[in-house]
C-alpha cells in the first residue's frame, strides 16, 4: 500500500476517534474475558510484579487497570494516537507506578524514535492490527515491537475476526461514502469502511482472513508461547497470540 493512501486511511481513524472519543470508551470500559487466561499465562511465565507493560493502542487504558489489580507496582505506558482518550485514560487512573502516555501516529511518526531504549516485559497489541493500513506495515511494527522487549519478554496481540461473523460483513460501508475520498484500486484486499455502533461515524478496518496475524508472526523471529480464542457472545471474536522473542533469523 502507497504512502498516500495510508495516510487517507489514518486519517479516517484519526477523525473518527477524535469525534467520538467519549462515546467510544463509554463502550470499553470493562476487561475483555480473554484477559483473564492472559492473567494466568503471565503468572506462569512469571511476569514481574513491576512489569514494564507497553499497551500500543491504548485508547482508555482498561487493559492497564485490569493488570494493574493484580500488580500495582507494574510501570505502565500506553500508546494511542488519540490525544482525546489518552486524556481519559489519564484522568481515570489506576494504572500503578508512575504511568506514562505516548501520543504516536503509527503511520506518519517515528516509533522507533520515539520509544527510544525503553524496554518491556510485556507489550499487548489488543484491537490493534485492524487499524493498522497495509500488510507491509501491520509487519514492520510487529518487528519494531518485537525489537523493544526486554530478554524473556512476551508480545501478545489479538486478531479481531471480523470475517468470520455476517453481523461485521453485513455493515460494511462502499468506500464511496469514505472522507476525503480513497482509491479502492489501491487498498488490499480485506480493506472495509465499517461503521461505529449504530452508525456514529466510520472507521478504516482491516478484515483479516484466519490465518492472516499468523502469517505474519511467521515470518518473525518468535516461537509461540499460547494462542486462543475468546470474546464475544460465543468466545470467537479475538484471535489471541502470545510469543516470545528467539534468535534473529540468517
Not at 514494564?52 to 494511542?80: I, K, M, Q, T, W
Request: glycine content about 10%.
Amino acid at each position: 500500500m502507497d504512502d498516500n493512501t495510508a495516510r487517507q486511511l489514518a486519517d479516517i481513524n484519526a477523525a473518527f476517534y477524535a469525534r467520538r472519543a467519549a462515546d467510544f470508551s463509554a463502550s470499553r470500559e470493562g476487561p475483555w474475558p480473554g484477559w483473564r487466561r492472559l492473567h494466568g499465562l503471565l503468572d506462569a511465565e512469571g511476569l514481574p510484579a513491576a512489569a514494564r507493560v507497553l499497551d500500543v493502542g491504548c485508547g482508555n487504558a482498561r487493559l492497564g487497570r485490569f493488570l494493574a489489580e493484580a500488580r500495582p507496582a507494574l510501570r505502565y505506558s500506553g500508546l494511542d494516537s488519540c490525544g482525546e482518550l489518552i486524556a481519559i485514560a489519564q484522568a481515570e487512573g489506576r494504572l500503578g507506578t508512575a504511568p506514562e502516555f505516548l501520543e504516536i501516529d503509527l503511520v506518519g511518526d517515528d516509533l522507533t524514535a520515539a520509544l527510544g531504549a525503553r524496554r518491556f516485559d510485556l507489550i499487548a497489541g489488543f484491537g490493534l492490527l485492524h487499524h493498522v493500513p497495509g500488510r507491509a506495515r501491520r509487519r514492520a511494527l510487529l518487528a519494531t515491537l518485537l525489537a523493544r522487549l526486554a530478554p524473556g519478554g512476551l508480545m501478545a496481540l489479538t486478531c479481531w475476526r471480523l470475517v468470520a461473523f455476517a453481523r461485521f460483513r453485513d455493515k460494511i460501508v462502499p468506500w464511496e461514502a469514505a472522507q476525503p475520498p480513497v482509491d479502492p484500486g489501491r487498498l488490499e484486499p480485506g480493506d472495509h469502511l465499517l461503521p461505529f455502533g449504530d452508525g456514529g461515524g466510520l472507521r478504516y478496518v482491516h478484515f483479516a482472513h484466519e490465518d492472516e496475524t499468523a502469517e505474519l508472526l511467521a515470518e518473525l523471529p518468535v516461537e509461540r508461547v499460547a494462542s486462543w480464542r475468546a470474546d464475544g457472545q460465543n468466545d470467537e471474536l479475538n484471535q489471541y497470540f502470545v510469543v516470545r522473542a528467539t534468535r534473529p533469523r540468517p
